[in-house]
């Protein structure tokens, strides 16, 4: 017989009562007291050392931009080449031919 309550308990539905608690928050960060610290004050801005630093950063994200799009394109280009050439049709790379041949 005790082995059956045993058995019986097993298979009941148990509840688990969950507490409330607080969640695992990192405390609020301060702001700093004096920025005073951080600033430049003996030397005046020089606006123009920083508009051709702004300039010469703008130059090379163009750069950057202009290489992505040559290397996505070149890379489609191949793609393609590839897929017709293993799909086993012929003239997938045209050969050019100069007039001085004919």
């Keep these: 017989m005790a082995d059956r309550n045993s058995f019986q308990s097993e298979n009941e539905a148990r509840i688990i009562k969950l507490r409330p608690g607080r969640p695992n ?44 799009i040559w290397l996505a394109d070149t890379m489609a280009a191949m793609r393609k080449k590839q897929d017709c050439l293993l799909s086993g049709r012929r003239g997938c790379a045209p050969v050019e031919v100069s007039k001085d041949r004919w």
Excluded at 44 to 52: A, E, Q, T
Excluded at 55 to 63: A, P, T
């Design 25 to 68: 928050v990192p405390p609020p960060v301060t702001p700093t007291e004096d920025l005073g610290r951080y600033e430049r004050s003996e030397e005046p801005d020089d606006y123009r050392h920083r508009m051709i630093v702004n300039s010469i950063g703008f130059l090379v994200i163009v750069v950057l931009i202009g290489a992505g």
